[in-house]
């Protein structure tokens, strides 16, 4: 088509899809380098997170002279029965776990207050309430938890209550719910015997830089292959069995498994730490220095429960009083 002065200028259709074959190849250059800064970022608030958490455990210890408990059994809930194991599953003495006794160290005063932490309160008792609440200090942004642990398929095993992409060291191995070489366990009642749950920082005999205290966890983490491992996260509220063993799988974790385990195996999964960072998973040690392990780190494992001794890298790591020395992975 011809103007008064000439040939019209325009694109042809063959230009057209030239260039929109360059924008497309442009996009694609890009979208992984955007989707990579994001992650970053979000990588980094977990690093944050972790940190404040280890502040907290620090300005715990000052005033009480001691790192919180891991779980406090409540004989004041009515489902209490001395004695409760892990065979009676009709026991569900809700129990309030490290991450609630850090509330007010973590700006979260006024729900450590309303939920009458401090004064005994039955965790039972606002488990339909304050228990519910999402805390961001305790979600890694990088996983996809839901802000409620629900439909976990262990109906009794795990509290359905506010998720956390955190959990306690309490073993370099299976952990103990009375006592083990960790930083947190289950304080039991007078009467049950075991070791009491509350050390202090002089208790760490390994050095506070050499000793995980809190590790990340993850929700789900999907394999290549498209197999989907259920990790199933944390609560911060505390312990739905707080006399059980299963009270483990909602505020401890340990070296049970690797970092990032594959095999699908539920209770390895919920007690082992994981994250959906690439390679590794984040780690605040006792001295409040947070540091990204790699799951290759050096592991050795004698079966699904790990009941050997300490053995490794990564298990010296998790152990706090094993007298091996050990040099910090990078």
């Given at each position: 088509?011809k103007?008064?002065?000439?040939w019209?200028?325009?694109?042809?259709l063959?230009e057209?899809?030239?260039?929109?074959?360059i924008?497309g190849?442009?996009?694609?250059?890009?979208?992984?380098?955007v989707?990579?800064?994001?992650?970053?970022?979000?990588?980094m608030?977990?690093?944050?997170?972790?940190?404040?958490?280890?502040?907290?455990?620090?300005n715990?210890?000052?005033?009480?002279?001691?790192?919180?408990?891991?779980?406090?059994?409540?004989?004041?809930?009515?489902?209490?029965?001395?004695?409760?194991?892990a065979?009676?599953?009709?026991?569900n003495t809700?129990s309030?776990?490290?991450?609630?006794?850090?509330?007010?160290?973590i700006?979260?005063?006024?729900?450590?207050?309303?939920?009458g932490?401090?004064?005994?309160?039955?965790?039972?008792?606002?488990?339909t309430?304050?228990?519910?609440?999402?805390?961001?200090?305790?979600r890694?942004?990088?996983?996809?938890?839901?802000?409620?642990?629900a439909?976990?398929?262990?109906?009794?095993r795990?509290?359905?209550?506010?998720?956390?992409?955190?959990?306690?060291?309490?073993?370099?191995?299976?952990?103990g719910?009375?006592?083990?070489n960790?930083?947190?366990?289950?304080?039991?009642?007078?009467?049950e015997?075991?070791?009491?749950?509350?050390?202090?920082?002089?208790?760490?005999?390994?050095?506070t830089?050499?000793?995980?205290a809190?590790?990340?966890?993850?929700?789900?983490?999907q394999?290549?292959?498209?197999?989907?491992?259920?990790?199933?996260?944390?609560?911060?509220?505390?312990?739905?069995?707080?006399?059980?063993?299963?009270?483990?799988?909602?505020?401890?974790?340990?070296?049970?498994a690797?970092?990032?385990?594959?095999v699908?195996?539920?209770?390895?999964?919920?007690e082992?730490?994981?994250?959906?960072?690439?390679?590794?998973a984040?780690?605040?040690?006792?001295?409040?220095?947070?540091?990204?392990?790699?799951?290759?780190?050096?592991?050795?494992?004698?079966?699904?429960?790990n009941?050997s001794?300490?053995?490794s890298?990564?298990?010296?790591l998790?152990?706090?009083?094993?007298?091996?020395?050990?040099t910090?992975?990078e």
């Amino acid at each position: 088509m011809k103007s008064r002065s000439g040939w019209m200028k325009g694109f042809t259709l063959v230009e057209l899809l030239v260039v929109i074959a360059i924008i497309g190849v442009l996009v694609g250059l890009l979208l992984p380098a955007v989707q990579s800064a994001r992650e970053a970022a979000r990588r980094m608030q977990c690093s944050n997170n972790l940190k404040q958490i280890g502040l907290a455990l620090h300005n715990y210890a000052t005033t009480h002279k001691r790192l919180p408990p891991g779980v406090v059994q409540q004989q004041a809930d009515p489902q209490f029965v001395v004695g409760g194991t892990a065979a009676n599953t009709t026991n569900n003495t809700e129990s309030w776990g490290w991450g609630a006794f850090l509330l007010p160290y973590i700006e979260q005063g006024p729900l450590y207050d309303q939920a009458g932490i401090g004064r005994g309160a039955l965790l039972q008792s606002v488990a339909t309430t304050f228990a519910l609440t999402p805390i961001s200090t305790y979600r890694c942004p990088s996983d996809t938890a839901p802000a409620v642990r629900a439909n976990v398929g262990f109906t009794v095993r795990f509290g359905p209550w506010a998720t956390s992409n955190y959990k306690g060291n309490c073993s370099h191995g299976g952990c103990g719910i009375s006592g083990s070489n960790g930083l947190f366990w289950r304080a039991n009642a007078p009467g049950e015997g075991g070791t009491p749950s509350g050390l202090s920082l002089a208790a760490i005999v390994d050095g506070t830089s050499n000793t995980i205290a809190v590790g990340e966890i993850a929700w789900i983490r999907q394999l290549s292959t498209g197999v989907q491992l259920r990790h199933q996260a944390a609560v911060w509220a505390g312990c739905m069995q707080g006399q059980q063993g299963n009270c483990v799988d909602d505020v401890f974790a340990s070296g049970r498994a690797a970092i990032n385990h594959v095999v699908n195996n539920s209770d390895q999964l919920a007690e082992s730490f994981s994250s959906l960072h690439t390679g590794g998973a984040q780690f605040v040690l006792a001295d409040g220095s947070v540091h990204f392990l790699s799951q290759n780190v050096d592991y050795v494992t004698n079966g699904p429960s790990n009941s050997s001794a300490v053995d490794s890298a990564y298990e010296r790591l998790l152990a706090r009083d094993d007298g091996q020395t050990v040099t910090l992975p990078e």
